[in-house]
């Protein structure tokens, strides 16, 4: 019985060790795709209104304060959002991923502002 556990223990442990570069290169391939991740820039529209934007288009904040909170933007399920700790670059593109809070949504997303005229902002 102790040569049979022994062995099971061997094989086991000989499983765990295993990495996919020392697998068969067709089954390392196969997982790297299973991994691979694309991510999607969506573009939201600006709004020129007073009130807050609508879902999926965005405002720029205030000018004395554009410089801090940067823009307002509201997800298709109509939460509000402030771009506060984002990055936005010269084109629009807001780094990182924008994410609604609201425990209820699930946006999250990689967006670029259409319309974005206040250069870069960190």
Do not use: N
Not at 89 to 103: F, H, I, L, Q
Not at 110 to 120: K, Q, Y
């Amino acid at each position: 019985m102790t040569g049979r556990l022994s062995a099971f223990l061997a094989k086991l442990s000989g499983f765990w060790r295993q990495t996919p570069s020392e697998e068969e290169p067709s089954i390392a391939k196969e997982r790297e795709v299973q991994v691979q991740r694309r991510y999607y820039l969506i573009d939201i529209p600006r709004f020129e209104g007073a009130s807050d934007p609508p879902p999926l288009s965005w405002k720029a904040c205030h000018p004395s304060t554009v410089h801090r909170f940067k823009a307002q933007l509201t997800c298709p399920k109509g939460h509000g959002l402030v771009l506060k700790g984002h990055s936005i670059d010269a084109r629009g593109r807001v780094y990182p991923s924008v994410v609604c809070m609201t425990d209820s949504c699930e946006f999250h997303e990689f967006v670029r502002l259409v319309g974005w005229d206040f250069g870069p902002l960190a």
